[in-house]
């Protein structure tokens, strides 16, 4: 999977204002998989994370595995590496604090989920470089988690062209690995990173009804342009029209803006007592007609995550909040947003694969589950803070010195920082360093 990195609504135009047209893609093929998973399962419903699942992971098809590179200031969005280098080089300031913390061990695995096309590594190893850490470079071993085999050919060529191949370790080289797929995972030392990569893991969806938690799931919409999901199934119980549901307008059946044929919303009991759970744990109560994502994913991630790392750190950056804001008052139709061409996309239903979806990180329950897991919160902070304790001025200032510096450049470090700062854009990421077994 690639990093998830989008525009927060602060940036954006309103929903269609200025959409681009759509592209000739594969996505009417990616929709007809989903219409026929849907009609072979008991009820023709399926959960909203399954639906988010394919549109994003389908092989060949989902968004994050075709072959075009989505964070481009042409694509659909841009990560925070993406802005400036200077935000690499600022991380690798506090990676190589880590790597002297764990007693500079060699070699010292950089691991990063979501890895794309390898920009923020390469960044990361250019601001060692930079710093003078020699023994550190030498030691470094990276090695990327991607899905798309494009984004894999693209790291390749990029770290020969760098003259960082020898640095590449591409053994389990999938997310996945190591989950029954025949690919042994050896727990390393070292760092791992997941840079605006947990809100794309795949959400379940609820809403509140007669005081019930219900789950909104996916249907067909038939040609007659009503919801095909009846009742019973996996699920169990009745199922009921969604209606405007997470602030999709639709018909009174809840079918969303799509043509005949594509997608509405339903709402069922839960496919699984998890939801309800989740939400206890996190000490929430939802309201009535509150609309709300559950990511049960966090679980088997960080799961994956202490397969992967024996000792070391790691630093999740993303957009989310804590519990009780993330499920408050000002999100009462939740945090699911879909993007394309920078743009918002106000059916989350429409074109699968075409789509970018993203839903904001429940830190509460990323917290709870990590100590569950076997790592110790070190801190939490915004990204703005951390970045400036991490040295960014500093950056700032070496590169204002650097006698290869040019105006346009300078120009834009200075936007790229005001970015990675201001509080209504990136600033505003959640930034949580763990740690596992420290001491060895």
Known sequence: MTSGRRPLPADLPPPGVGRPPRKSSDAPELADRI????????????????????????????????????????????????????FGWTV?????????????????????????????????????????????????????????????????????????????????ASPSAGSGDGVEVVPVSGVLLANEFLDALPVHRVVVRGGELREIFVARRDEAGGATGGSGGATGGSTDAAGAVGGVAGATDGATSGA???????????????????????????????VAEVCLGLEPWLRDVAGRLARGYVLAIDYGYDAAELYGSRRLA????????????????????????TAHVDFTALDRLAATAGFRTVSRTNQSDFLVAGGLEEELRALQSSPDLDLADYARARSAILRLLDPRHMGRFQVLTLERNPAG
């Open 260 to 290: 005949a044929g594509g997608f509405v919303q339903v709402t069922a009991r839960p496919s699984t007592p998890d939801l309800a759970a989740r939400l206890d744990d996190d000490g929430i109560a939802l309201a009535e007609g509150q």
């Open 35 to 86: 219409r026929a998973e849907i009609d072979a399962v008991p009820g023709r419903r399926i959960t909203f994370a399954r639906f988010m699942d394919r549109a994003l992971n389908e092989p060949d098809l989902g968004y994050y595995r075709v072959a075009t590179d989505r964070p481009t200031g042409a694509g659909d969005f841009l990560t925070a590496p993406e802005t400036h280098a200077i």
């Open 334 to 357: 939740g945090t699911l947003l879909g993007y394309r061409g920078h743009r918002v996309e106000e059916d989350p239903l429409a074109d699968p694969g075409e789509i970018d979806l």
């Open 92 to 172: 690798a300031r506090r990676i190589e604090a880590m790597w002297a913390e764990l007693g500079r061990p060699e070699p010292f695995h950089l691991i990063e989920y979501g890895a794309g096309s390898g920009t923020l590594a390469l960044s990361i190893l250019d601001g060692m470089r930079r710093h003078g850490a020699v023994e550190l470079l030498a030691a470094v071993r990276y090695r990327p988690l991607e899905s798309n085999p494009h984004r894999m050919l693209d790291i390749e060529r990029r770290f020969e062209e760098a003259g960082l191949g020898g640095l590449l370790n591409l053994a389990g």
